[in-house]
């Protein structure tokens, strides 16, 4: 059941308020929800139960000011990182690129 969501290595950053460029891609992709923050996530998936490798992608969704999200619809979703801290310093970078209000450039 690969769309199953793994809530077991699923890790949010503070939320971040939503620029109002971006806020214009978000509209377009999400046309009945009103979202105002985003939520940046790492999610791990275990590759080898023997050794404990885990492989991890970094998420975006839209969200609402009290944390609401819709986990099915990602704005936004990394290729897979070997490294959980190769994955954090993405999550940072992408953090900042929100605080910008430039997050809609990455994901298009």
């Given amino acids: 059941m ?3 969501p793994n809530y077991g290595e699923f890790y949010q950053r503070s939320l971040v308020l939503i620029g109002k460029d971006d806020s214009l891609s978000v509209q377009e992709k999400s ?7 985003w939520l940046i996530a790492l999610e791990g998936t275990e590759l080898d139960k023997v050794t404990g490798a885990y492989q991890w ?3 975006v969704f839209p969200s609402k000011k009290c944390g609401g999200f819709n986990y099915y619809q990602p704005f936004y979703v990394s290729e897979y990182f070997q490294s959980i801290h190769e994955a954090i310093d993405y999550t940072i970078q992408l953090e900042q690129k929100a605080k910008e209000d430039q997050l809609c450039q990455i994901a298009n």
């Fill in 2 to 4: 690969k769309n199953v």
């Fill in 57 to 59: 992608n970094v998420f």
């Fill in 31 to 37: 046309k009945c929800e009103i979202y105002t923050h």
